[in-house]
């Protein structure tokens, strides 16, 4: 997973980049296949801002949150990102699962048809 930090009107010091791998490479704990990750840090008026853009196999999943500490606002986006890659893993599990399911019923359901 590569990881692509930037910062707009804030400088990215060594400790946040430090603290965004840390809190984004967690994310491989739900979902082993995302492939590429851009994180955004910007500052506007007195609000902390962080946002990322993740590529997963056939979607991407974005995802901001706002705060009065970036590392506050580093720990939401991380939050709600591992909330929608769960949602997303969820998903592409229940259509497997959903699809080998139909297929057993129309196999039963044709096996115990008179003809």
Known sequence: MQIDLSGH???VTESMRTYVNEKIGK??????????VHVVLSVEKQ??????TIQVKGN????HADNAD???AIDALADKLDRQII????KIQS???KNNLNDTLTQEIDEDLPG
């Open 87 to 90: 949602k997303h893993k969820e």
């Open 47 to 52: 609000i902390q801002k962080a946002e990322a």
């Open 27 to 36: 994310l491989r704990n739900h979902f082993d296949r995302v492939t590429d």
């Open 70 to 72: 970036m590392y506050a």
């Open 60 to 63: 991407k999943i974005f995802a």
């Open 95 to 97: 259509h497997r699962g």
């Open 9 to 11: 009107h804030v400088d």
